[in-house]
Protein backbone atom coordinates (compact mmCIF):
# COMPACT_ATOMS: atom_id res chain seq x y z
CA UNK A 1 0.00 0.00 0.00
CA UNK A 2 1.20 3.44 -0.73
CA UNK A 3 1.18 6.57 1.26
CA UNK A 4 -1.00 8.96 0.56
CA UNK A 5 0.42 12.42 -1.03
CA UNK A 6 -1.14 13.95 1.96
CA UNK A 7 1.08 12.36 4.70
CA UNK A 8 3.26 14.88 5.82
CA UNK A 9 7.49 13.98 5.94
CA UNK A 10 9.47 13.13 8.88
CA UNK A 11 10.66 16.75 9.23
CA UNK A 12 7.16 18.59 9.27
CA UNK A 13 5.60 16.39 12.17
CA UNK A 14 8.77 16.41 14.36
CA UNK A 15 8.07 20.44 13.99
CA UNK A 16 4.65 20.02 14.50
CA UNK A 17 5.29 18.31 17.89
CA UNK A 18 7.78 21.42 18.63
CA UNK A 19 5.03 23.59 18.70
CA UNK A 20 2.62 21.68 20.72
CA UNK A 21 5.03 21.28 23.29
CA UNK A 22 6.27 24.79 23.18
CA UNK A 23 3.12 26.50 22.74
CA UNK A 24 5.45 28.84 19.81
CA UNK A 25 6.66 28.61 16.38
CA UNK A 26 9.61 30.63 17.41
CA UNK A 27 10.58 28.40 20.31
CA UNK A 28 10.20 25.46 18.66
CA UNK A 29 12.06 26.48 15.23
CA UNK A 30 14.81 27.70 18.24
CA UNK A 31 14.80 24.18 19.23
CA UNK A 32 15.24 22.36 15.72
CA UNK A 33 17.72 25.16 14.53
CA UNK A 34 15.66 26.61 11.67
CA UNK A 35 14.55 30.35 11.39
CA UNK A 36 11.11 31.42 12.63
CA UNK A 37 10.00 32.37 9.25
CA UNK A 38 10.87 28.89 7.61
CA UNK A 39 9.67 27.09 10.37
CA UNK A 40 5.98 29.20 9.57
CA UNK A 41 5.79 28.74 6.08
CA UNK A 42 6.75 24.73 6.37
CA UNK A 43 3.68 24.57 9.00
CA UNK A 44 1.54 26.46 6.68
CA UNK A 45 2.81 24.41 3.88
CA UNK A 46 1.88 21.23 5.71
CA UNK A 47 -1.81 22.52 6.47
CA UNK A 48 -2.68 22.33 2.87
CA UNK A 49 -1.27 19.34 2.32
CA UNK A 50 -3.30 17.74 4.65
CA UNK A 51 -6.84 20.29 3.84
CA UNK A 52 -6.89 21.65 7.58
CA UNK A 53 -5.55 24.35 9.97
CA UNK A 54 -3.46 22.54 12.67
CA UNK A 55 -2.75 25.29 14.52
CA UNK A 56 -4.19 28.56 15.96
CA UNK A 57 -1.65 31.51 16.38
CA UNK A 58 -2.15 34.16 18.47
CA UNK A 59 0.25 37.05 19.69
CA UNK A 60 0.65 34.77 22.64
CA UNK A 61 1.85 31.98 20.83
CA UNK A 62 0.39 29.10 19.00
CA UNK A 63 -1.71 25.65 20.09
CA UNK A 64 -2.91 23.04 18.55
CA UNK A 65 -6.77 23.01 16.92
CA UNK A 66 -8.60 19.56 17.55
CA UNK A 67 -7.31 18.64 14.56
CA UNK A 68 -4.11 19.23 15.33
CA UNK A 69 -3.97 17.96 18.39
CA UNK A 70 -5.29 14.49 16.61
CA UNK A 71 -2.50 15.32 14.09
CA UNK A 72 0.03 15.61 16.45
CA UNK A 73 -1.01 12.36 18.49
CA UNK A 74 -0.65 10.24 15.48
CA UNK A 75 2.43 12.29 14.56
CA UNK A 76 4.06 11.77 17.90
CA UNK A 77 3.70 7.13 16.95
CA UNK A 78 4.88 7.89 13.67
CA UNK A 79 8.24 9.72 15.39
CA UNK A 80 8.50 7.14 18.04
CA UNK A 81 8.68 4.30 15.31
CA UNK A 82 11.04 6.67 12.92
CA UNK A 83 13.45 6.70 16.26
CA UNK A 84 13.02 2.61 17.06
CA UNK A 85 13.79 2.09 13.08
CA UNK A 86 16.88 4.44 13.23
CA UNK A 87 18.40 2.70 15.85
CA UNK A 88 17.67 -0.87 14.96
CA UNK A 89 19.59 0.31 11.40
CA UNK A 90 22.23 1.94 13.12
CA UNK A 91 22.78 -1.60 15.21
CA UNK A 92 22.56 -3.58 12.29
CA UNK A 93 25.51 -1.06 10.26
CA UNK A 94 27.18 -1.64 13.82
CA UNK A 95 27.06 -5.38 13.44
CA UNK A 96 28.03 -5.73 10.02
CA UNK A 97 31.01 -2.99 10.47
CA UNK A 98 31.82 -4.97 13.46
CA UNK A 99 32.18 -8.11 12.59
CA UNK A 100 34.14 -9.84 9.46
CA UNK A 101 33.55 -13.78 7.86
CA UNK A 102 36.89 -14.63 5.82
CA UNK A 103 37.34 -18.09 4.18
CA UNK A 104 40.38 -18.81 2.43
CA UNK A 105 42.55 -21.37 0.96
CA UNK A 106 45.03 -23.26 2.64
CA UNK A 107 47.88 -21.45 1.40
CA UNK A 108 46.36 -17.68 2.05
CA UNK A 109 45.15 -19.12 5.32
CA UNK A 110 48.31 -20.49 6.77
CA UNK A 111 51.12 -18.21 5.18
CA UNK A 112 48.55 -14.72 4.47
CA UNK A 113 45.63 -14.14 6.15
CA UNK A 114 47.53 -13.95 9.77
CA UNK A 115 49.50 -10.65 8.59
CA UNK A 116 46.15 -9.44 6.59
CA UNK A 117 44.06 -10.06 10.10
CA UNK A 118 46.80 -8.43 12.53
CA UNK A 119 46.92 -5.54 10.12
CA UNK A 120 43.45 -5.38 10.46
CA UNK A 121 43.38 -5.86 13.82
CA UNK A 122 45.52 -2.57 14.03
CA UNK A 123 43.43 -0.64 11.78
CA UNK A 124 39.89 -1.45 13.36
CA UNK A 125 40.34 -2.56 16.51
CA UNK A 126 36.44 -3.25 17.01
CA UNK A 127 36.38 -5.97 14.17
CA UNK A 128 35.86 -9.56 15.06
CA UNK A 129 37.32 -11.41 12.37
CA UNK A 130 36.37 -15.20 12.12
CA UNK A 131 38.32 -17.41 9.50
CA UNK A 132 37.75 -20.63 8.04
CA UNK A 133 39.74 -22.65 5.90
CA UNK A 134 38.46 -24.48 2.66
CA UNK A 135 39.85 -25.71 -0.40
CA UNK A 136 39.26 -23.00 -3.62
CA UNK A 137 36.24 -24.92 -4.50
CA UNK A 138 34.92 -24.99 -1.10
CA UNK A 139 35.49 -21.22 -0.64
CA UNK A 140 34.54 -20.47 -4.05
CA UNK A 141 30.77 -22.19 -2.84
CA UNK A 142 30.29 -21.09 1.05
CA UNK A 143 31.29 -17.18 -1.01
CA UNK A 144 27.94 -17.88 -3.24
CA UNK A 145 26.28 -18.74 -0.41
CA UNK A 146 26.13 -15.50 1.46
CA UNK A 147 28.73 -17.52 4.78
CA UNK A 148 31.26 -15.45 4.18
CA UNK A 149 31.98 -11.49 3.43
CA UNK A 150 35.59 -12.22 1.47
CA UNK A 151 36.61 -15.25 0.05
CA UNK A 152 40.37 -16.06 -0.71
CA UNK A 153 41.30 -18.76 -3.36
CA UNK A 154 44.21 -20.07 -5.95
CA UNK A 155 43.90 -20.84 -9.85
CA UNK A 156 43.38 -19.42 -13.24
CA UNK A 157 39.94 -17.95 -13.02
CA UNK A 158 37.68 -16.07 -10.88
CA UNK A 159 34.80 -18.80 -9.90
CA UNK A 160 31.99 -18.54 -12.12
CA UNK A 161 29.01 -16.55 -10.19
CA UNK A 162 31.98 -14.46 -8.24
CA UNK A 163 34.03 -11.29 -8.94
CA UNK A 164 37.29 -10.63 -7.83
CA UNK A 165 40.80 -9.00 -8.24
CA UNK A 166 44.46 -10.67 -8.44
CA UNK A 167 45.93 -9.68 -4.69
CA UNK A 168 49.41 -11.49 -4.82
CA UNK A 169 51.11 -14.10 -7.47
CA UNK A 170 52.49 -17.31 -5.84
CA UNK A 171 54.43 -20.52 -7.22
CA UNK A 172 54.44 -23.96 -7.01
CA UNK A 173 58.00 -25.86 -6.36
CA UNK A 174 58.54 -29.31 -6.64
CA UNK A 175 60.26 -30.69 -3.24
CA UNK A 176 62.15 -33.88 -2.11
CA UNK A 177 63.65 -34.63 0.30
CA UNK A 178 67.85 -34.22 0.54
CA UNK A 179 68.53 -37.87 -0.25
CA UNK A 180 65.66 -38.71 -3.33
CA UNK A 181 67.55 -39.10 -6.44
CA UNK A 182 66.41 -36.41 -7.82
CA UNK A 183 68.73 -34.10 -5.67
CA UNK A 184 71.80 -36.19 -7.38
CA UNK A 185 70.61 -35.60 -11.03
CA UNK A 186 72.97 -33.36 -13.41
CA UNK A 187 70.25 -32.93 -15.74
CA UNK A 188 67.12 -31.23 -14.69
CA UNK A 189 63.31 -32.84 -14.14
CA UNK A 190 61.14 -32.44 -17.49
CA UNK A 191 57.43 -32.33 -17.27
CA UNK A 192 56.86 -35.73 -18.65
CA UNK A 193 59.25 -37.14 -15.72
CA UNK A 194 57.28 -35.65 -13.23
CA UNK A 195 54.02 -35.96 -14.98
CA UNK A 196 55.02 -39.56 -15.33
CA UNK A 197 55.97 -39.94 -11.62
CA UNK A 198 53.35 -40.75 -8.39
CA UNK A 199 53.35 -37.69 -6.55
CA UNK A 200 51.92 -36.47 -3.40
CA UNK A 201 49.21 -33.81 -3.75
CA UNK A 202 46.64 -31.93 -2.67
CA UNK A 203 43.21 -33.45 -3.33
CA UNK A 204 40.96 -32.35 -6.39
CA UNK A 205 39.02 -28.71 -5.69
CA UNK A 206 41.97 -27.53 -4.73
CA UNK A 207 44.19 -24.74 -6.51
CA UNK A 208 47.52 -26.05 -6.02
CA UNK A 209 45.88 -29.51 -7.55
CA UNK A 210 44.30 -26.83 -10.59
CA UNK A 211 47.43 -25.28 -11.30
CA UNK A 212 49.09 -28.42 -11.52
CA UNK A 213 46.75 -30.62 -13.68
CA UNK A 214 46.81 -27.38 -16.07
CA UNK A 215 50.13 -27.57 -16.60
CA UNK A 216 50.71 -31.30 -17.17
CA UNK A 217 47.40 -31.69 -19.18
CA UNK A 218 49.57 -31.52 -22.26
CA UNK A 219 51.71 -34.32 -20.81
CA UNK A 220 49.09 -36.70 -20.10
CA UNK A 221 48.60 -35.24 -16.86
CA UNK A 222 49.50 -35.88 -13.40
CA UNK A 223 50.32 -40.28 -12.62
CA UNK A 224 47.65 -41.64 -10.45
CA UNK A 225 48.83 -40.01 -7.39
CA UNK A 226 50.59 -41.81 -4.06
CA UNK A 227 48.72 -39.98 -1.78
CA UNK A 228 46.67 -37.00 -1.68
CA UNK A 229 46.50 -35.11 1.57
CA UNK A 230 44.37 -32.22 2.20
CA UNK A 231 46.91 -30.43 4.56
CA UNK A 232 49.71 -28.46 3.93
CA UNK A 233 52.03 -29.62 6.70
CA UNK A 234 50.89 -32.87 5.92
CA UNK A 235 52.50 -32.70 2.81
CA UNK A 236 55.54 -31.20 4.05
CA UNK A 237 56.02 -34.03 6.26
CA UNK A 238 55.58 -36.84 3.66
CA UNK A 239 57.94 -34.96 1.54
CA UNK A 240 60.43 -34.97 4.87
CA UNK A 241 60.02 -38.11 5.28
CA UNK A 242 61.41 -39.66 1.53
CA UNK A 243 57.87 -41.04 0.82
CA UNK A 244 58.08 -39.09 -2.61
CA UNK A 245 57.93 -35.81 -4.54
CA UNK A 246 55.44 -33.12 -3.41
CA UNK A 247 54.21 -30.32 -5.54
CA UNK A 248 53.39 -26.97 -2.97
CA UNK A 249 53.16 -23.53 -2.72
CA UNK A 250 56.82 -21.89 -2.22
CA UNK A 251 55.25 -19.83 0.36
CA UNK A 252 54.87 -23.60 2.24
CA UNK A 253 58.15 -24.57 1.98
CA UNK A 254 60.58 -21.37 2.02
CA UNK A 255 61.85 -22.94 5.89
CA UNK A 256 62.60 -26.17 4.91
CA UNK A 257 64.14 -25.75 1.51
CA UNK A 258 66.34 -22.84 3.69
CA UNK A 259 67.48 -25.10 6.20
CA UNK A 260 68.02 -27.52 3.92
CA UNK A 261 65.30 -30.19 5.09
CA UNK A 262 63.87 -30.30 1.37
CA UNK A 263 65.18 -29.65 -1.71
CA UNK A 264 63.64 -27.98 -4.63
CA UNK A 265 63.62 -29.25 -7.50
CA UNK A 266 63.58 -27.36 -11.05
CA UNK A 267 61.44 -28.56 -13.84
CA UNK A 268 62.04 -25.53 -16.42
CA UNK A 269 59.68 -26.43 -18.80
CA UNK A 270 56.62 -25.52 -16.68
CA UNK A 271 54.89 -22.43 -15.40
CA UNK A 272 53.83 -23.18 -12.14
CA UNK A 273 53.20 -19.52 -11.07
CA UNK A 274 49.22 -18.88 -9.94
CA UNK A 275 47.38 -16.01 -9.12
CA UNK A 276 45.78 -15.84 -5.46
CA UNK A 277 42.46 -13.56 -5.46
CA UNK A 278 40.17 -11.95 -3.64
CA UNK A 279 36.44 -13.16 -4.18
CA UNK A 280 32.93 -12.14 -3.46
CA UNK A 281 29.73 -11.89 -4.98
CA UNK A 282 28.83 -10.51 -8.20
CA UNK A 283 27.35 -6.74 -8.09
CA UNK A 284 28.26 -6.76 -4.52
CA UNK A 285 31.44 -5.00 -3.87
CA UNK A 286 32.94 -5.67 -0.25
CA UNK A 287 32.01 -3.13 2.37
CA UNK A 288 33.02 -2.29 5.84
CA UNK A 289 36.15 -4.14 7.60
CA UNK A 290 35.95 -6.63 4.20
CA UNK A 291 37.01 -3.47 2.07
CA UNK A 292 39.74 -2.73 4.60
CA UNK A 293 41.06 -6.07 4.68
CA UNK A 294 41.22 -6.22 0.66
CA UNK A 295 42.93 -3.08 0.59
CA UNK A 296 45.69 -4.67 3.15
CA UNK A 297 45.41 -7.76 0.98
CA UNK A 298 46.27 -5.75 -2.19
CA UNK A 299 49.48 -4.03 -0.92
CA UNK A 300 51.04 -7.82 -0.27
CA UNK A 301 54.48 -7.80 -2.19
CA UNK A 302 54.37 -11.17 -4.26
CA UNK A 303 56.86 -14.01 -3.86
CA UNK A 304 59.79 -14.09 -5.68
CA UNK A 305 59.17 -16.10 -8.89
CA UNK A 306 63.37 -16.92 -9.05
CA UNK A 307 64.13 -20.64 -9.86
Known sequence: MRLSHRVPDLGALELLLAVVRMGSVGRAAAELGVSQPAASTRIRSMERQIGMALLERSPSGSRPTAAGALVAEWALQVIEAARALDAGLGALREDRDGRLRVVASLTVAEYLMPGWLLALHEARPGTAATLRVAN???????????????????????????????????????????????????????????????????????????????????????????????????????????????????????????????VAVSVPELDLRRPLRAVWPTGQRPTGPARDLLALARQTPSPPSGG
Not at 136 to 165: I, N, R
Not at 220 to 232: D, K, N, W
Request: negative net charge.
Open 136 to 262: SAAVAEQVLAGQADLGFVEGAKTPAGLSGTVIATDRLVVVVAPRHPWTRRRTDVTAQELADTPLILREEGSGTREVLDRALAEYGGTATPLLQLASTTALKAAAVSGAGPVVVSELAVADEVATGRL
